[in-house]
């Protein structure tokens, strides 16, 4: 068990529709990272907040957008959804902002399936 | 931009035989080096890690060195067990450490 939970575990939608993700780093972690895992794709980084604010985006799409709350967990959320998006969406966390010895512990993922 | 290159599998092997996963890297600064290990079903484990040349990083078994000189980290293990069945993921941190960049990932499959 990484110490990063990830809520919920599954998740069935609609085309078109909205969701969220949400995500609790391990204790004392200021950086969370999102990530998303897609049989054509592999594994991509999506987007890092730390301690609140954006740091680092990747290759994000812009009907989707994350953010950090005051107490560190973070909420992705996805919007007008495809049927592409349907993936695992994985949530990490770090002790840092990112640095040489910084290592990302994982969460068990969310598996987003749009029909 | 820094990039993983992984062996394609699936890997097929028999119980006890001996396991090599190749990993090299394209990296412009001094990236931290994983190996992460997804088992069926299940969420992205870190199995093991190096932050400089030459270290080896360790883990049940499992050991992989970060070589500089030929931008390799890869994944070795004397004798794998059918719970050792996963998909292995090489990774690096990205130039400024705020990202790791994953390979493709290679399939294990380990047979009695």
């Known amino acids: 068990d990484s110490g990063v939970t990830q809520t919920p575990k599954h998740l069935i939608t609609a085309t078109g529709q909205r969701v969220t993700l949400r995500c609790s780093p391990r204790s004392g972690d200021l950086s969370v990272y999102w990530y998303q895992q897609s049989l054509d794709q592999g594994l991509q980084f999506l987007i890092q907040?730390?301690?609140?604010?954006?740091?680092a985006k990747g290759n994000i799409l812009e009907r989707f957008s994350a953010q950090q709350f005051p107490d560190l967990h973070s909420e992705l959320n996805l919007s007008s959804l495809e049927l592409g998006d349907s993936a695992l969406y994985f949530c990490?966390?770090?002790?840092?902002?990112?640095?040489?010895?910084?290592?990302?512990?994982f969460g068990p993922g969310t598996r987003l399936t749009v029909l | 931009g820094d990039s993983v290159t992984q062996m394609e599998g699936p890997v097929t092997l028999s119980e006890e035989a001996f396991l090599t996963i190749n990993c090299t890297y394209t990296a412009t600064g001094y990236p931290s080096l994983f190996w992460y290990v997804q088992y069926p079903g299940e969420g992205l484990q870190l199995l093991l890690k190096?932050?400089?040349?030459?270290d080896k990083g360790s883990n049940k078994g499992f050991e992989a060195t970060y070589r500089k000189e030929t931008t390799s980290f890869h994944l070795e293990k004397g004798s794998v067990q059918v719970s050792d069945s996963a998909v292995y993921f090489c990774?690096?941190?990205?130039?400024?450490?705020?990202?790791?960049?994953f390979g493709p990932g290679t399939s294990l499959s380990v047979i009695p």
């Open positions: 990774a690096l941190t990205g130039t400024s450490y705020d990202k790791v960049i």
């Open positions: 990490a966390s770090s002790a840092l902002a990112g640095t040489v010895t910084d290592t990302q512990y």
């Open positions: 190096a932050t400089k040349a030459d």
């Open positions: 907040y730390y301690n609140g604010e954006e740091r």
